[in-house]
């Protein structure tokens, strides 16, 4: 059997890596190749406009899912609070008029579902003089969220605009956080039944 010299070596060697570099060539193109067929308009594109354009798709396709995300009322594992006066887009949903200067206000609070919340969350109100012109209320796994759509019953000079928003944010993070704190056992958790439904607004009626 003949022995190799040192030029045979280099040059399997070398036919080694070409190989190799040619299989590494072949997966990126198929790579490309994927990308080409997911990016509209994609296929005169050279690699680094295409690879621009699918970092731009990605971030595109992220927003609408953020988007679509705020619409629905799914509960997450995170206890939030948040009120503010942005409410025109739901107000338009529920076909709600607000030409007779109403303050309106939407409020979310995510938390543990447990049997005192709803009591809890209408004593707060209540207490603001809120009432309740729309709810979206969706309960999974144990956890509850619900976006409350309120109308202020005090006048404009009455209900304070960002002093409303603060108190009452801090109201039902007061709420939230003694209900996570409560040691109320887990049984009475909903763990696998999903509940959606909504309260009839006043102005339908």
């Known amino acids: 059997m003949p022995v190799k010299g040192p030029e045979d070596k280099a040059s399997s060697v070398s036919k080694s890596h070409s190989q190799a570099e040619k299989r590494r060539r072949d997966r990126i193109n198929a790579q490309l190749g994927t990308l080409r067929k997911l990016i509209p308009k994609s296929d005169k594109m050279d690699k680094a406009a295409l690879l621009g354009s699918a970092v731009d798709h990605v971030k595109d396709l992220k927003r609408k899912a953020t988007e ?19 409410v025109s887009q739901y107000l338009s949903s529920a076909n709600i008029n607000n030409d007779n200067g109403t303050t309106f206000i939407r409020a979310s609070v995510c938390c543990d579902d447990r049997p005192e919340y709803f009591s809890e969350l209408m004593r707060v109100l209540k207490g603001h003089r809120l009432s309740i012109v729309r709810a979206d209320i969706a309960s999974v796994g144990g956890r509850v969220k619900s976006v409350l759509i309120l109308s202020s019953n005090c006048s404009k000079e009455e209900d304070g605009g960002a002093s409303l928003i603060s108190t009452l944010k801090q109201s039902l993070s007061v709420v939230v956080s003694r209900i ?26």
């Open 68 to 86: 679509v995300g705020k619409s629905f009322t799914i509960p997450t594992e995170v206890d939030e609070v948040t009120v503010d006066y942005d």
């Open 180 to 205: 996570a704190s409560s040691s109320i056992p887990s049984n009475f958790r909903i763990r696998s039944r999903r509940q959606r439904f909504f309260l009839p607004s006043p102005h339908d009626q």
